[in-house]
């Protein structure tokens, strides 16, 4: 009974910081860069490697899973021929129309993380008034951060002269918004979940390249993601004889190799390649990039739990 209720606490402590608020990711990021300037290559290859290409590889484990395959096959068309028509759009849209197509990708990017966000709301929702608030919140929040990163990136309306005024009114209004909220709900715990997913963009309001906006914030979107994926495949094979590593049902070593391997491979194509020279190798950079738009296809259909496979193979295991 003890070690049951250690496990119990300890889990709700790791849902705290990993998935509720793990504010500490963005905080080191900012941190590192601001205190090494002159390794800022080295922050974002350290970033790429260890958290944002592995959560992208961690759909694979949740997608090719055993528990799947009798729904991939007889829903082809979702799971394998819009994967494919993905993957045809993105390499023409790369070489042929390319900063139109990477607008499109900083959208379907932003989304991306928008419905996480918005999932995760749900996930501990206490009531419907208040997920609806939430919900309301994070899309409108989200939305002025578009808005604010096509005026400072794509047409630099933005600049240095006005970037200090804009963002002490993003600061005043998220404070106003947040105070409001605790007083009228009284839920600290859903509050810090409704301010990460408020906060992961904030970061395009200051940061002066784009690739910054989109890894200091994302962080915890991607420690989020790594977190509720590991929790389900852990759950899914947690008598499976395969798993050659295994402390206190904590690691499970086929999940681990699987992102980390995705991740080293994924990193290398799209940060070290991306620097030599030869045009050859930049242009390596558009596998990841299609590696990504894969992701968020695939995560919108494995984790639409108004589809009554998706609430037993996967919604089960992150309630029980």
């Known amino acids: 009974m003890q070690d049951k209720n250690h496990n119990y606490i300890l889990s709700k ?5 990993l998935i509720k608020f793990p504010i500490i990711f963005p905080i080191i990021y900012g941190l590192s860069l601001y205190s090494f300037p002159n390794y800022e290559n080295f922050i974002i290859f350290i970033s790429l490697l260890l958290l944002a290409e592995p959560h992208f590889g961690a759909t694979w484990p949740l997608f090719l899973d055993k528990n799947n395959i009798s729904e991939i096959k007889t829903k082809k068309t979702i799971y394998i021929y819009i994967p494919l028509l993905i993957v045809i759009f993105s390499f023409i849209g790369f070489f042929y129309f390319n900063s139109f197509f990477l607008l499109i990708f900083f959208a379907i990017n932003m989304y991306h993380v928008t419905r996480q966000s918005y999932g995760i709301c749900k996930l501990y929702k206490t009531n419907e008034k208040e997920l609806i608030y939430q919900e309301n919140l994070i899309y409108f929040i989200n939305g002025v951060f578009f808005l604010i990163g096509i005026l400072r ?3 630099p309306i933005i600049n240095f002269e ?6 002490l009114i993003i600061i005043f ?3 106003i918004i947040f105070i409001y909220y605790y007083f009228k709900f009284k839920n600290v ?10 906060i992961i963009f904030l970061p395009i309001c200051f940061v002066d390249k784009p690739i910054h906006a989109i890894l200091m914030g994302v962080t915890m979107h991607y420690t989020q993601y790594l977190a509720l994926t590991f929790k389900i495949f852990k759950k899914r094979e947690t008598n499976n004889p395969l798993s050659i590593i295994n402390i206190k049902g904590i690691l499970n070593s086929r999940f681990f190799l699987i992102i980390l391997f995705y991740g080293f491979v994924m990193t290398m194509l799209s940060s070290y390649f991306t620097n030599i020279g030869d045009q050859a190798f930049k242009s390596l950079i558009v596998i990841p990039i299609i590696g990504q738009m894969l992701h968020f296809y695939l995560d919108s259909q494995l984790w639409k739990f108004s589809v009554k496979h998706n609430r037993d193979v996967t919604l089960k295991h992150l309630y029980s």
């Open 13 to 17: 402590k790791l849902d705290l910081f």
């Open 173 to 175: 209004l998220l404070t």
């Open 153 to 155: 990136f794509y047409i």
């Open 189 to 198: 715990h859903n509050l810090l979940t409704l301010i990460t997913g408020s």
């Open 162 to 167: 006005n970037i200090i005024q804009l963002n």
